[in-house]
């Protein structure tokens, strides 16, 4: 038993000091992960735009290029935008003032003073925040990739449900990248809102995938073909939303770390 318990420590404490890695890296180079997104989101309208072309040459190029790119700019701007107001917003992280009332009640908690914050074991982003902090960066570039392959560029004439499916789905990408930049950051700066910003971004994206459906079918008749493949994709979205609240959600009541880096407070031992 005691081997088994000594081999439970080590694994902890290996996977700990990986995330302290992967933190430490982010911290670094957060710079180059926005990098990462401007070269995938305008890369992406790149491409489309080139295929547009490709398939109405005669159209005049000059003119409909910045009207081509400018969903994709839209898109790569948005994490940057949420980034730097992250970082305005909580310029000291642990510093900022804690809500006026709590709303994850489970559990005997002692407060703590900011002297007291940094000196607690369970502080710091680290561990599997880190892990739910790349989680948010992944769901981000998945949500991109799947606007990319589901939505090309509008051609003149295009039916109405096609030109609402292509606008309200990258108003989506755009302002779920904005808010899960800004769950990320806020998470790396210790703010104490974090937490409620992440539920505020779930519940946001699952109400988005209902929104798009009924906005989407009010501006016309969708052909079968496209109905069943677009409906998939939005079900697609609600279960990964869903899954991520049934993972993370408890985490972010009771977690330790949550509880000391996000809210000042301890547990109570009995």
């Given at each position: 038993?005691?081997?088994?318990?000594?081999?439970?420590?080590?694994?902890?404490?290996?996977?700990?000091?990986?995330?302290?890695?992967?933190?430490?890296?982010?911290?670094?180079?957060?710079?180059?992960?926005?990098?990462?997104?401007?070269?995938?989101?305008?890369?992406?309208?790149?491409?489309?735009?080139?295929?547009?072309?490709?398939?109405?040459?005669?159209?005049?190029?000059?003119?409909?290029?910045?009207?081509?790119?400018?969903?994709?700019?839209?898109?790569?701007?948005?994490?940057?935008?949420?980034?730097?107001?992250?970082?305005?917003?909580?310029?000291?992280?642990?510093?900022?003032?804690?809500?006026?009332?709590?709303?994850?009640?489970?559990?005997?908690?002692?407060?703590?003073?900011?002297?007291?914050?940094?000196?607690?074991?369970?502080?710091?982003?680290?561990?599997?925040?880190?892990?739910?902090?790349?989680?948010?960066?992944?769901?981000?570039?998945?949500?991109?990739?799947?606007?990319?392959?589901?939505?090309?560029?509008?051609?003149?004439?295009?039916?109405?449900?096609?030109?609402?499916?292509?606008?309200?789905?990258?108003?989506?990408?755009?302002?779920?990248?904005?808010?899960?930049?800004?769950?990320?950051?806020?998470?790396?700066?210790?703010?104490?809102?974090?937490?409620?910003?992440?539920?505020?971004?779930?519940?946001?994206?699952?109400?988005?995938?209902?929104?798009?459906?009924?906005?989407?079918?009010?501006?016309?008749?969708?052909?079968?073909?496209?109905?069943?493949?677009?409906?998939?994709?939005?079900?697609?979205?609600?279960?990964?939303?869903?899954?991520s609240m049934t993972i993370w959600l408890p985490?972010?009541?009771?977690?330790?770390?949550?509880?000391?880096?996000?809210?000042?407070?301890?547990?109570?031992?009995?």
């Amino acid at each position: 038993m005691d081997r088994v318990i000594a081999i439970a420590a080590n694994v902890s404490a290996r996977l700990l000091d990986e995330s302290r890695r992967i933190a430490s890296f982010i911290q670094r180079r957060g710079v180059w992960i926005l990098a990462f997104w401007t070269v995938l989101a305008l890369g992406g309208g790149l491409l489309r735009t080139g295929k547009f072309f490709l398939a109405h040459p005669h159209l005049d190029s000059d003119a409909r290029i910045p009207e081509l790119m400018a969903p994709s700019l839209l898109i790569a701007a948005a994490p940057w935008l949420a980034w730097f107001l992250a970082l305005r917003a909580y310029p000291h992280g642990e510093g900022a003032r804690q809500p006026a009332f709590r709303l994850a009640a489970f559990g005997t908690w002692r407060r703590i003073s900011p002297q007291e914050l940094r000196s607690q074991p369970a502080y710091g982003f680290e561990g599997f925040l880190v892990s739910l902090a790349v989680g948010m960066l992944l769901s981000m570039v998945m949500r991109l990739v799947t606007y990319h392959l589901a939505m090309p560029a509008m051609p003149p004439g295009a039916p109405g449900w096609a030109i609402a499916a292509f606008r309200i789905m990258t108003l989506d990408v755009a302002l779920l990248s904005f808010m899960y930049m800004m769950c990320f950051t806020m998470a790396q700066r210790a703010a104490p809102l974090f937490p409620r910003m992440l539920v505020v971004t779930w519940c946001y994206d699952l109400l988005m995938q209902f929104a798009i459906a009924k906005y989407v079918a009010s501006a016309g008749a969708v052909p079968a073909i496209v109905a069943g493949p677009f409906a998939d994709m939005l079900t697609g979205n609600v279960r990964r939303v869903l899954i991520s609240m049934t993972i993370w959600l408890p985490y972010l009541m009771v977690s330790a770390r949550v509880n000391t880096t996000f809210r000042a407070r301890v547990r109570v031992r009995a």
